[in-house]
C-alpha cells in the first residue's frame, strides 16, 4: 500500500504562489493526483500526473496557472500554484495509487491553503 503525505500549504495573498509536496513512500509507479476541498464543498480534483511524469491533466479552474510535476528521485510530486486566486482556498490532498495495484489508492491527510483577497 502506498502512503502519501502533503506539505508546503500556507496563507498568502491573491497573486501570490505557494508549492505543495507530496511524499510517497510504501510501492514505486505510483500515479498521483491532486485534489482540493474549499469550505462548504465536495472535494474536487486538481491535477494528476501519472507515474513517469509523462502524462499530466488538470481541472479548467487551474489550467494555465498550476503545474504538476515529480522528482521520482525523491519520490515527491510537487504542484505548482501561480496566479492563486482566494476561490483557491481549499484543503488540499494528495492521491496516491500504484499503477500495478488493483485496490484502491491512499489519501494524505491533506494542507490547508487559504488565499487571501
Known amino acids: 500500500q502506498v502512503q502519501v503525505v502533503e506539505s508546503g500549504g500556507g496563507l498568502v495573498q491573491a497573486g501570490g504562489s505557494l508549492r505543495l509536496s507530496c511524499a510517497a513512500s510504501g510501492r514505486t509507479f505510483v500515479n498521483i493526483d491532486w485534489y482540493r476541498q474549499p469550505p462548504g464543498k465536495e472535494r474536487e480534483f486538481v491535477a494528476g500526473?501519472?507515474?513517469?511524469?509523462?502524462?499530466?491533466n488538470y481541472a479548467d479552474p487551474v489550467k494555465g496557472r498550476f503545474t504538476c510535476s515529480r522528482d521520482n528521485a525523491k519520490n515527491t510530486v510537487y504542484l505548482q500554484m501561480d496566479s492563486l486566486k482566494p476561490e483557491d482556498t481549499a484543503i488540499y490532498y494528495c492521491?496516491?495509487?500504484?499503477?500495478?495495484?488493483?485496490?484502491?489508492?491512499?489519501w494524505g491527510q491533506g494542507t490547508q491553503v487559504t488565499v487571501s483577497s
Open positions: 500526473i501519472n507515474w513517469n511524469g509523462c502524462t499530466t
Open positions: 492521491y496516491g495509487k500504484s499503477r500495478f495495484s488493483v485496490g484502491p489508492g491512499s
